[in-house]
């Protein structure tokens, strides 16, 4: 195996190990579509929300706040605990390079983002009877480029902040009010239109959205690809200017 194998493997082991990092990423999600699709009034077509179902909705919104979860709350905090304590530096004297621990965490935080994923919409279709996308292609695109968004802001955290708690500090301030511009509180549709406009142009609003339009049929709207295309380059080349192994 190489040693991108074997460091994915490993660092997927450590993660599982997390009680509360694995129920709020991988449980949390699934229990909260069950929840929402549970409620009467959830399963009803509803005038405010343009003659949609409530749980429509909200099947593209949970699986954003799965992403949320990994970028901001898992990979942050464990980047900078790493450097904290020496970990990636230690790393660096080795023939395992310190950047292939990112890219391992890359790939393992895709995986358990796309296992949940999977999850929910299956949830979503035998239990609530959720329409499966209709634009399997443009769905598919519009969710890497909302998890490459989300994880490159996640990596900018992990790259200013001096230590894991304040990486997991400034990972929940960003959290929240990244969901409700996604619509967790506040689905999008039943936003006033100054709301829906500074959604527009958050990561997840605009990857909700995207995912939406992708689920009802549409390719997305120019707007919102590039507002991910934005933040992934922002984000992702700040990152990559000041973040440091040691």
Same mark, same amino acid.
């Given at each position: 195996m190489s040693a991108l194998s074997r460091l994915?493997?490993?660092?997927?082991?450590? @993660?599982? %190990?997390?009680?509360? #990092?694995? @129920? @709020?990423?991988?449980? @949390?999600?699934?229990?909260?579509?069950i929840v929402l699709g549970s409620i009467p009034a959830f399963r009803?077509?509803? #005038?405010?929300? +343009? +003659?949609? *179902?409530?749980?429509d909705l909200y099947a593209p919104i949970i699986i954003a706040m799965a992403i949320a979860m990994l970028a901001l709350n898992g990979l942050p905090q464990l980047f900078a605990s790493y450097r904290e304590k020496g970990?990636? *530096? %230690?790393?660096?004297t080795t023939p395992v390079k310190?950047?292939?621990?990112?890219v391992a965490q890359l790939i393992m935080c895709v995986a358990m983002s796309v296992t949940a994923l999977v999850v929910v919409l299956a949830i979503g279709r035998f239990a609530f009877d959720v329409a499966?996308? *209709?634009q399997i292609p443009a769905y598919l695109i519009m969710y890497l480029l909302s998890v490459v968004a989300m994880l490159t802001l996640g990596l900018l955290v992990a790259s200013l902040a001096p230590t894991g708690k304040a990486a997991s500090a400034i990972g929940s301030i960003l959290f929240f009010p990244i969901l409700f511009f996604a619509g967790l509180w506040l689905p999008r549709a039943a936003m006033s239109d100054v709301l829906r406009r500074i959604s527009d142009f958050t990561p997840l609003g605009a990857g909700v959205q995207s995912l939406q339009d992708a689920a009802a049929g549409h390719w997305p709207?120019?707007?919102?690809?590039?507002?991910?295309?934005g933040w992934t380059i922002v984000? +992702? +080349?700040?990152?990559?200017r000041y973040f440091r192994w040691e």
């Open positions: 994915t493997i490993t660092e997927s082991k450590l @993660f599982l %190990r997390e009680p509360a #990092v694995v @129920f @709020f990423t991988l449980a @949390f999600p699934p229990i909260l579509m009803e077509p509803d #005038v405010e929300m +343009g +003659g949609q *179902r409530g749980i970990i990636l *530096r %230690r790393m660096a310190p950047v292939t621990m990112l499966l996308p *209709r709207q120019l707007l919102h690809v590039a507002v991910m295309l984000a +992702g +080349g700040v990152a990559a």
